[in-house]
């Protein structure tokens, strides 16, 4: 079994920065693919962020290129989500996931286990 605990949520004022984070525990950390999604009030669960096994490769949701950097620290079995300048469209519950494969992957069917999630609030 795989626990994921996320933290780092708040709130912050638009143009404002959060880091988030993800620490695993469980089985072997570095095998897993990992994850971050959103989920507005009123809206689906949607792809934030992937990141692969070794950190090599990453995948980002457009809405967030260029603002939002993945990274993790496999020794510390701990996955972030750098967050800068955000906006008030960022505001959401933000989950931590990971995946069954060791790919960047974009789709929740490949993400098996998942954190309770972390909320990010962003005031205009």
């Known amino acids: 079994q795989v626990q994921l605990v996320e933290s780092g949520g708040g709130l912050v004022q638009a143009g404002g920065s959060l880091r988030l984070s993800c620490s695993v525990s469980g089985r072997t950390f570095s095998i897993y693919g990992m994850g971050w999604f ?3 009030p009123g809206k689906g669960r949607e792809f934030v ?3 692969s096994w070794t950190g090599r490769s990453t ?4 809405s967030v290129k260029g603002r939002f950097t993945i990274s993790r620290d496999n020794a510390k079995n ?4 750098q967050m800068n300048s955000l906006k008030p469209e ?8 990971a995946a069954f494969t060791a790919q960047a992957s974009t789709t929740q069917a490949s993400y098996a ?12």
């Open 38 to 40: 959103r989920q507005a």
């Open 49 to 51: 962020a992937g990141i």
């Open 59 to 62: 995948n980002y949701a457009d």
């Open 78 to 81: 701990t996955v972030y989500l």
């Open 90 to 97: 960022d505001t959401a519950l933000y989950y931590c996931a």
């Open 113 to 124: 286990y998942w954190g309770q999630g972390t909320q990010v609030t962003v005031s205009s």
